[in-house]
């Protein structure tokens, strides 16, 4: 430490004389364009400018595009684009499928979050002691996560199939299962597991993470004055751990409403509407139907879920994350 | 500082090499000397492709003013979607393979007519082309793409699995209940699949219609304004495909795969151009549709090329078009697609090249087929009619469906974009 502040006046000095010699150079007049301060402020763009271009390219830009699209009729075999104002908002309200959707996505994403809180902060607890082979464990559970997600989803697509995997161990214990795929409460069930199986591992790791952090003469105290093991877990295992819940709470909303390969590969959004979540819709809309106005206006709607969704987290957060400063 | 100029200098080179060899690039792609030809197909078989590579090497030969001709493979279950991003993206081929997305292209005025530039090219014979296959390609006495590929829908049978349920079959007298009651038999005694419509999976509706035409049905009017979906023919066509699926259980139900060129099945329906999958693994016969109650019936699978209006060489590519389909280079590609052409719809012409099936399999299963056959439905917004359909559709693969209750919502469903 002490080389390194040794170091920070030989930094300062540097730039200074280089910036006399610029003053010189353009004259005696004022002072010198170049200082210390602009400088750094550059050098802080300068860091930031590839995210700032990647953001403006990759996001801004194609939002705004989608805000154009959505208030034009656009014919893709010709190119022509007729502007239509707001009529795509208005076809928001007469679509006979979007309350179908809209509750398919909510079941999708609800599921999904809870179950895949909840299971990441259960392994994570289970995997937070020291027992032979806990390694091994940690490794199971995180392998999915590194899988391809088409892979894994085509994998469990043949494995629920009616005459597959799972209904073929079922059968050695004398269990009739159902066609898991072909039944709209069993289609959600299993699309909805198919993701948490694979993504949990990332919660756990983060919760994993969070329960090494919590500081044990918390739980000594605890300990010591009587508190019992649920005790122990809600009043201090799960406030010190409440900023990393809020962290996965965020990424796997955002990550559920987006959830489009595990639709597309096992389900096909069917049957029925009973999977076809928002951000499918979207793409049957704009991709497969050619009505790139109206998949837009949806795209848009889905954004302002995400961004509600996160900005009430976000808010709430002062009422039930707990932080140590 | 000076090391900073050094680099910022060596950043604004590199952008303006960059930009300089962009604009190069882009220059020399649309110079007229240089014309480049791109065609979307969806096939990735490498002797099909190598065929595709020679002739357009030939022409080539002759046309020193076409640089390139490639043919990009595109996966078929994504053609469509990929196909009208390019075009939306400005990046459309020159020319494309098409099947029941050619009525949008058409109805858009997005392909060029091709009917001129074929009769006025010597030795392509245009009254050649058979009637009935140009139909579907063709507005106002105009054709907009030739129909490459006509193949018929057959019946494929596994007679070792027939022989080993104990089952007989009459091919010149066989109906659709004969074809459940040996497959249902089949199922039972061996436990394989009884019949298949091939790439039906409960979701691709359409090719059901090599089964409700037996019956009489049809999916919408011949103007395409009015849904028949929930016709008398149609409900009982669907209520023997229902008890075939969970009564008799002679067709697997929803989510059982069975494929018959596996040797999982005894009996599929599918195109006779699909025979290429036969790998003699089982003793097979390939026959006509069996007769439904209305009798017997053809159907018929087609795909089509055409130019698309946005090439930047658009008489290039008709050109190069009608050099590809004339009757040298048509009775080339007829080894792997039925062909259009008259003068080739013989059992021994298709024969010749054919590997897998005789001349008289040919003659009884494509060549007589051909005149009276109905097409798959084909209408504008193919993808949206499609799954609208599917998902009104999908509460009839319940054991307890209602029958004319789905077929209803089916039309329900389907209807505002019939009267589009």
């Known amino acids: 430490m002490s080389g390194t502040r040794a170091a920070e006046p030989a930094v300062e000095r540097a730039p ?5 010699r610029t003053g010189r150079a353009s004259g005696p007049a004022g002072p010198a364009f170049w200082t210390s301060r602009r400088r750094d402020v550059l050098t802080g763009y300068l860091f930031v400018l590839p995210q700032l271009v990647g953001v403006a390219v990759f996001v801004l830009l194609p939002v705004g595009m989608a805000i154009w699209y959505s208030l034009h009729d656009w014919n ?26 809209l509750l398919a996505t909510l079941l999708f994403s609800g599921g999904v979050v809870i179950v895949n809180i909840s299971l990441g902060l259960l392994i994570a607890v289970l995997l937070n002691r020291k027992f032979r082979g806990v390694t091994v464990f940690r490794t199971l559970f995180f392998s999915p996560v590194v899988v391809s997600v088409v892979a894994w989803t085509l994998v469990w697509g043949f494995l629920l199939q009616d005459n597959g995997g799972i209904n073929g161990l079922l059968a050695t214990v004398g269990i009739d299962g159902p066609n898991w795929l072909k039944q709209g409460d069993t289609a959600m069930v299993s699309v909805i597991l198919t993701q948490v199986v694979r993504s949990v591992g990332i919660n756990m790791v983060l919760f994993l993470a969070a329960l090494q952090g919590v500081p044990r003469e918390l739980y000594e105290a605890a300990r010591i004055d009587g508190a019992n093991s649920r005790t122990v877990f809600t009043r201090i295992t799960l406030p010190m751990i409440s900023p990393t819940v809020l962290l996965t709470a965020i990424v796997t909303i955002a990550g559920a409403l987006q959830s489009f390969a595990q639709i597309a590969v096992l389900t096909g959004g069917g049957p029925g509407l009973s999977t076809t979540v928002l951000v499918y819709y979207v793409f049957q809309q704009a991709f497969k139907f050619n009505d790139i106005g109206y998949g837009s206006t949806l795209a848009l709607m889905l954004l302002s879920f995400v961004m509600l969704l996160t900005l009430l987290q976000w808010q709430l957060r002062r009422k039930w994350v707990f932080y140590e400063d | 500082m000076i090391r900073t100029r050094k680099v910022l200098s060596a950043v604004a080179l590199t952008t303006v090499l960059a930009l300089t060899a962009a604009c190069g690039g882009s220059s020399t792609g649309t110079s007229d000397k240089a014309v480049e030809l791109r065609m979307t197909v969806w096939t990735s078989d490498k002797d099909q492709l190598k065929l595709f590579d020679s002739i357009a090497a030939a022409y080539r030969a002759d046309h020193p003013d076409v640089a390139k001709i490639t043919f990009e493979s595109l996966p078929f279950a994504d053609y469509n979607t990929t196909l009208t991003t390019q075009i939306a993206g400005g990046n459309a081929p020159d020319l494309a393979w098409m099947g029941d997305l050619s009525r949008d292209l058409i109805a858009s005025d997005a392909l060029l007519g091709l009917t001129d530039t074929l009769k006025a090219t010597p030795g392509w014979k245009y009254d050649d082309l058979l009637g009935s296959v140009t139909a579907e390609f063709s507005r106002d006495g105009t054709l907009y793409a030739y129909p490459f590929s006509n193949s018929p829908y057959a019946l494929y049978v596994n007679t070792d699995l027939l022989a080993k349920a104990g089952q007989k079959i009459d091919p010149a007298s066989l109906t659709w209940d004969q074809v459940a009651a040996a497959g249902a038999a089949v199922h039972a005694k061996t436990g394989k699949a009884g019949f298949v419509v091939r790439d039906f999976d409960y979701t691709a509706w359409n090719t059901l219609a090599t089964v409700w035409t037996g019956w009489g049905a049809s999916a919408w009017s011949a103007d395409g304004k009015t849904c028949t979906f929930d016709s008398p023919e149609m409900q009982k066509a669907f209520t023997f495909l229902h008890d075939a699926a969970f009564k008799t259980k002679a067709m697997p139900g929803p989510g059982t795969t069975a494929d018959f060129f596996a040797g999982d099945a005894a009996f599929t329906v599918a195109q006779v151009s699909r025979a290429s999958l036969l790998t003699g693994k089982f003793k097979f016969g390939l026959y006509p549709l069996p007769a439904g109650p209305k009798g017997m019936y053809s159907v018929l699978g087609q795909a089509g090329m055409g130019v698309l209006a946005s090439s930047k060489h658009p008489k290039q590519a008709a ?23 008259k003068s080739l719809l013989t059992g021994a012409e298709l024969a010749a090249n054919n590997k897998v099936l005789s001349a008289s399999q040919l003659q009884d299963a494509v060549v007589d087929q051909l005149p ?39 039309c329900t469903a389907i209807k505002p974009l019939l009267s589009k």
């Not at chain 1, 200074?16 to 006399?20: D, G, I, L, Y």
């Not at chain 2, 050109?319 to 052409?341: G, H, I, M, V, W």
């Open chain 1, 16 to 20: 200074a004389r280089s910036t006399a």
């Open chain 1, 76 to 101: 893709v075999f010709t190119g022509k684009q007729t502007f239509v104002g707001g009529e795509h908002y208005a076809a928001l309200a007469d679509d006979p499928q979007l309350p179908k959707v």
């Open chain 2, 319 to 341: 050109d190069f078009l009608a050099y590809l389909t004339d009757p040298e280079n048509a009775a080339k590609l007829a080894q792997y697609f039925p062909p259009p052409r």
């Open chain 2, 372 to 410: 009276d056959a109905v097409t798959l439905p084909n209408h504008t917004s193919p993808a949206e009619i499609a799954q609208k359909g599917k998902t009104a559709l999908d509460a009839m693969w319940r054991a307890d469906a209602d029958v004319p209750a789905v077929l209803k919502s089916v």
